[in-house]
């Protein structure tokens, strides 16, 4: 007869053999675990890089007149957080004329030459806007670097610039504003403006031709 280990030694090796197996096993799931939480990790930073890409936007650079870019969008009265696609479309020297026309003319008539800047805005998110505000963060810069005035019109409309709000910006829903600034003589427009949402230092810009 073959010689056999005594019964005790077989027990200590099923054992040892048995635990091995459990330890492996523990292993293996734990890296599949760990596998997991580590794709599971990529694909949300891969989301909040998405998010991040689509809430910044281009803020920092300089873009073409005509060239759109995505923003978030947190503003409106019920400060609802949306997703818009934002053109700066064109910067084109208005009339004191049509701004009398209009009951809105400024006092500084002499020393100032009004500019009408045209934006437009789709709502790309998953939010409607109630009062959303669009064109308020638009901006323009004079080639001196100063932030150029807003002609205040209140709810008057310049024909050759209509600018009036829609109470409520629907999914999917595009609109054209346009807002009257007031740029001194003798200075030209530079860039356009547009900064909202949680990255207010750092606008979108679009450059106008000279």
């Known amino acids: 007869m073959p010689n056999r280990p005594p019964r005790t030694t077989r027990f200590r090796t099923a054992l040892v053999c048995a635990l091995g197996v459990t330890l492996l096993g523990l292993a293996t799931a734990g890296c599949e675990d760990g596998t ?43 400060h609802m957080r949306g997703a818009l696609r934002v053109t700066a479309v064109s ?14 003319e400024p006092s500084d008539v002499r020393t100032t030459q009004p500019y009408y800047v045209t934006m437009t805005f789709e709502n790309v998110g998953e ?11 638009t901006g323009l810069e004079d080639t001196n670097g100063v932030d150029d005035q807003p002609l ?20 999917g829903a595009k609109v054209s504003l346009c807002k009257v600034f007031l740029v001194p003589n003798g200075i030209r427009p530079s860039v356009v403006t547009y900064s909202t949402g949680d990255d207010t230092k750092r606008p979108v810009s679009w450059k106008v031709k000279r």
């Open 152 to 171: 205040i019109t209140g709810d008057t409309e310049v024909a050759a610039c209509p600018g009036k709000d829609p109470d409520d910006f629907a999914v």
């Open 127 to 137: 939010n409607s806007l109630h009062y959303p505000f669009l064109n308020t963060p």
């Open 36 to 78: 997991a939480a580590s794709g599971s990790g990529r694909r949300q930073s891969a989301t909040r890089a998405d998010l991040a890409t689509d809430g910044d936007g281009d803020g920092g650079k300089t873009l073409r007149l005509g060239e759109p870019t995505s923003i978030t969008y947190k503003s409106g009265s019920d």
């Open 91 to 104: 910067v084109r020297k208005g009339t004191h004329a049509e701004l009398k026309k209009a009951g809105t």
